[in-house]
């Protein structure tokens, strides 16, 4: 059975940090992409970051220069640093794993950050 495992949010003031990490367990194929999406309340839910397995990366253009998102292929971990936070970026933050024909999602992880 596949799970995602996120750790990391929590409360922190405005130009703070936080670093939210994903586990993953269950997975049989190597992860071809991971991602970060987020949802505030009212909004949809968005792509934050991803990362290929080469490496590759993509941001959303409100969180590049502050956001990190890295990988650890042996331990099927994913990791978003993030920097300088603003209250805009103040969301339920989602981990998502491709692997083989699977589209997995965690349970999701508050980040709240206070002006």
């Known amino acids: 059975q596949v799970q995602l495992v996120e750790s990391g949010g929590g409360l922190v003031q405005a130009g703070g940090s936080l670093t939210l990490s994903c586990a993953a367990s269950?997975?049989?194929?190597?992860?071809?992409?991971a991602s970060w999406y987020r949802q505030a309340p009212g909004k949809q839910r968005e792509l934050v970051a991803h990362?290929?397995?080469?490496?590759?990366?993509i941001y959303t253009d409100s969180v590049k220069g502050r956001f990190t998102i890295s990988r650890d292929n042996a331990k099927n971990t994913v990791h978003l640093q993030m920097n300088s936070l603003k209250p805009e970026d103040t969301a339920v933050y989602y981990c998502?794993?491709?692997?083989?024909?699977?589209?997995?999602w965690g349970q999701g992880t508050q980040v709240t950050v206070s002006s």
């Open positions: 990362v290929v397995r080469g490496g590759s990366t």
């Open positions: 269950g997975i049989s194929s190597s992860i071809t992409r």
């Open positions: 998502n794993v491709v692997a083989g024909f699977g589209n997995y």
